[in-house]
């Protein structure tokens, strides 16, 4: 089954898979046109310990792969409530419900940390997408200038996302918010999984543009190998030798 195809599946199950998901609210809010099951993926330290929510450090940028063992992530604890946003869309028109902020304070959230304009992304040498939770100035979708804290900064071509938002689009060429990554906290442990994913993904092309790297930086032929039951989470300058702040 090619990848397409085999996306499509992913789609059509949905629904189904969150019925046997029981009562998971990030799956059942995220229910519609642009969810996508994946693995269930435990994020862990790098001795293979479940982290918990409880355990991120507000306004740091943790880095961890998903669905794919060469896609980048954000993992952020926002420090406050981020609450379900209702009528977001992909650059193709798909409505979707972004569902919110996990953990009991809602405040933990993960995004493809892939920019939504010509992907950027953290590699290894350098990343020019990051979590800004200080003051940031930034022209907005009007080209007006905006001072906000929180959100997520391309250092490319200057699209700004709103992380609180369902990283919806603030300011910049962006045309549809970042993809993301559906995220359960256990009730009792505070351990996070990866689910799977809503609204616009882009890896194909992802992986078109960005093969050879990938296959190099990851060291691996296998660029579009599943992540599989855990992915190691770990400081963004732990994983980026430069981090671009513009
Ligand atoms: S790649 Fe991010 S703004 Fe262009």
């Known amino acids: 089954m090619n990848r397409t195809v085999e996306r499509?599946?992913?789609?059509?199950?949905?629904?189904?898979?969150?019925?046997?998901?029981?009562?998971?609210?990030?799956?059942?809010?995220?229910?519609?046109?642009?969810?996508?099951?994946?693995?269930?993926?435990?994020?862990?330290?790098?001795?293979?310990?479940?982290i918990t929510a409880q355990g991120l450090e507000v306004g740091r940028t943790y880095i961890f792969h998903y669905p794919y063992?060469?896609?980048?992530?954000?993992?952020?604890?926002?420090?406050?409530?981020?609450?379900?946003?209702?009528?977001?869309?992909?650059?193709?028109?798909?409505?979707?419900?972004?569902?919110?902020?996990?953990?009991?304070?809602?405040s933990v959230v993960a995004f493809a940390a892939i920019c939504a304009h010509r992907m950027s992304h953290p590699a290894r040498e350098v990343s020019f997408i990051n979590y800004r939770h200080g003051k940031v100035r930034y022209r907005d979708s009007g080209d007006r200038m905006r001072e906000a804290s929180g959100v997520i900064f391309c250092c490319s071509e200057k699209s700004v996302y709103d992380p609180a938002g369902g990283a919806r689009v603030l300011g910049g060429p962006a045309r549809q918010p970042l993809a993301t990554i559906l995220l359960q906290s256990d009730p009792e442990s505070g351990t996070l999984s990866a689910l799977g994913t809503v609204g616009g993904e882009m890896y194909d092309a992802f992986f078109e543009k960005f093969a050879f790297r990938l296959a190099l930086e990851h060291e691996t032929r296998d660029i579009e190998r599943r992540i599989g039951a855990a992915s190691v989470v770990m400081d963004i300058e732990e994983y980026s030798r430069t981090i671009m702040q513009c």
């Open 8 to 50: 499509r599946c992913f789609v059509k199950l949905c629904a189904a898979a969150a019925v046997t998901a029981g009562a998971n609210p990030a799956l059942l809010a995220a229910e519609g046109a642009t969810a996508r099951l994946y693995d269930r993926t435990t994020l862990v330290d790098h001795d293979g310990v479940p």
């Open 69 to 106: 063992a060469t896609t980048p992530c954000f993992l952020l604890d926002l420090g406050r409530p981020a609450p379900a946003v209702a009528g977001l869309s992909t650059e193709d028109g798909e409505p979707y419900l972004w569902p919110g902020g996990a953990g009991e304070g809602r």
